[in-house]
């Protein structure tokens, strides 16, 4: 079982950045793509970015050129820049891990875009 921690969401200004966190820990093996999902109040749970093994990165269309998702194998890690927030972008976001048929979601980093 693979358990996932994020960290780094908050409360930011329109046009801010942050940048979130997700740390993968337990039996660990082989390739496998990680990505961020949000849900925001009412709304059905979206991807916003995935990142496979070797580094191919691909993002919803409501974040490209704003967020930037990225992975460091050696800590099992991804990470998600998001830079020139919009209120839209407020929501809980989750860090996933998808290896085979085995999935593992995280508790969720709330983010807020408010002024």
């Known amino acids: 079982q693979v358990q996932l921690v994020e960290s780094g969401g908050g409360l930011v200004q329109p046009g801010g950045s942050l940048r979130l966190s997700c740390a993968a820990s337990?039996?660990?093996?082989?390739?496998?793509?990680m990505a961020w999902y949000r849900q925001a109040p009412g709304k059905q749970r979206e991807s916003v970015a995935s990142?496979?093994?070797?580094?191919?990165?691909d993002y919803a269309d409501s974040v490209k050129g704003r967020f930037t998702i990225s992975r460091d194998n050696a800590k099992n890690a991804v990470y998600l820049q998001m830079s020139s927030l919009k209120s839209d972008d407020t929501a809980v976001y989750y860090c996933?891990?998808?290896?085979?048929?085995?999935?593992?979601w995280g508790q969720g980093t709330q983010v807020t875009v408010s002024s």
């Open positions: 996933y891990r998808r290896q085979g048929l085995s999935t593992s």
């Open positions: 990142i496979t093994n070797d580094g191919f990165a």
């Open positions: 337990g039996k660990i093996l082989g390739f496998y793509t």
